[in-house]
């Protein structure tokens, strides 16, 4: 297993976990060209890529008027950008192998955009389809894709959401699934080739009822907390 994020000590602390077997690289993947060296690095560690995890995001919350527009680019740069070219790098030798399978993380947000998180809604809806799309193209080269849709999962990206929030007694209601749960329906999905997960599991409901979700996630999302006026 090859791990790269920026923090290489909280990838330390997860490898310790599987001594020997995983090698952790400090890489900012902000900037897609970084993506080469790190596959380049994984082959070396494991050989051909069996299994590519496309999982690191950020994420921005607040009234889209206020956005950076700079900071908006650089996101859909990490959370879309760089994993077609992750994905677009791998590709090939898994297609000669006729194996392999590429992970989207994409997110709920891309069935039903949140209010509040502009930048991100576009780059995980993009994500999404492309890893849908992906799937019916190279699934007759034997190559595999899971399109993952998280809604809330406790972490830091989700703490850090919920603070920017007005909070309200349907925020503390929210079905909020654990991390380690994912990654078992994760792997249970590359396992048995599964198209997506859904997770938490009640939210599998909104692909199916569109105008639904969309009444619900309007009605249910509670206003952005307003910072104050600075002047
Ligand atoms: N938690 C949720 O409720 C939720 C819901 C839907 C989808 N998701 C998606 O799940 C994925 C993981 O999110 P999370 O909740 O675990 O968020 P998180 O706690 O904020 O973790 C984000 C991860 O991405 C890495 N990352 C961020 N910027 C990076 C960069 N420039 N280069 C390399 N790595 C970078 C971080 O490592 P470093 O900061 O050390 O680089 C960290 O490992 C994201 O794609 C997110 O959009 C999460």
Redo the contacts with the bound molecule.
């Keep these: 297993m090859t791990l ?5 000590s ?2 330390e602390a997860l490898a310790a976990d599987h001594e020997g077997r995983a090698f952790v690289h400090a ?4 900037d897609p060209d970084n993506a080469a060296g790190l596959l380049d690095a994984a082959r070396a560690e494991h050989g051909p890529i069996d299994v590519l995890v ?6 921005i919350v607040g009234p889209s008027e206020d956005t950076d527009f700079d900071a908006g680019v650089r996101l859909l740069t ?2 879309v950008h ?1 994993p077609l070219r992750l994905t677009t790098l791998a590709l090939p030798e898994m297609i000669a192998r006729r194996s392999g399978t590429i992970v989207d ?5 891309a069935i039903a955009p949140t209010p509040g998180m502009l930048f ?1 809604n576009a780059s ?1 809806g993009a994500l999404a389809a492309a890893s849908e799309g992906l799937r019916g193209e190279v699934r007759r080269h034997g190559v595999h894709v899971v399109t ?11 703490a ?2 919920r603070e920017k929030y007005q909070d309200s007694a349907a925020v503390q209601k929210v079905p ?1 699934g654990t ?1 380690e749960e994912l990654a078992r329906l994760v792997l249970r999905a590359i396992d048995k080739k599964t198209p997506r997960v859904v997770y938490p599991k009640v939210y599998g409901m909104a692909r199916h009822f569109p105008n639904m979700t969309r009444w619900i996630t309007d009605a249910l999302t509670p206003e952005l907390k307003r910072l104050p006026d600075k002047t």
């Design positions: 790269a994020a920026r923090r290489v909280l990838l890489v900012d993947l902000g496309n999982n690191a995001g950020v994420q990490l959370n760089t993380v994409a997110s709920m947000a991100y995980k993952v849709y998280p809604g809330p999962v406790k972490s830091a990206m989700e850090a959401a909020t991390a």
